[in-house]
Nanobody
Framework: QVQLVESGGGLVQPGGSLRLSCVVF????????AGWYRQAPGKQRESVATITSGGILNYADSVQGRFTISRDNAKNTVYLQMSSLKPEDTAVYYC?????????WGQGTQVTVSS
């Protein structure tokens, strides 16, 4: 059974930073692409950042230069470092392993950017 456990969300002021973590249980983590997605109220889920098994990175235009995705294969963990946060970054952030079509999802962690 595959389980993805996210942590690190919370309330932060505009301009602040947060780091999200996602630990993967039950799969050979380093064989799969991983990513972070988010869904704001009333909007569709969107890709934020992805990292392939080979380390190729991809970012949404809206977070380019502010967010950094990384992975630690020894710890079965993928991270999302978020800086210069804006109110429009407010959403539930989901970790994904193996792609959005047929992969695995975490339960989501709420990120709220507000003064």
């Amino acid at each position: 059974q595959v389980q993805l456990v996210e942590s690190g969300g919370g309330l932060v002021q505009p301009g602040g930073s947060l780091r999200l973590s996602c630990v993967v249980f039950g799969r050979v983590f380093n064989h799969y692409a991983a990513g972070w997605y988010r869904q704001a109220p009333g909007k569709q889920r969107e890709s934020v950042a992805t990292i392939t098994s080979g380390g190729i990175l991809n970012y949404a235009d809206s977070v380019q230069g502010r967010f950094t995705i990384s992975r630690d294969n020894a710890k079965n963990t993928v991270y999302l470092q978020m800086s210069s946060l804006k109110p429009e970054d407010t959403a539930v952030y989901y970790c994904n392993l193996g792609g959005p079509q047929a992969g695995y999802w975490g339960q989501g962690t709420q990120v709220t950017v507000s003064s």
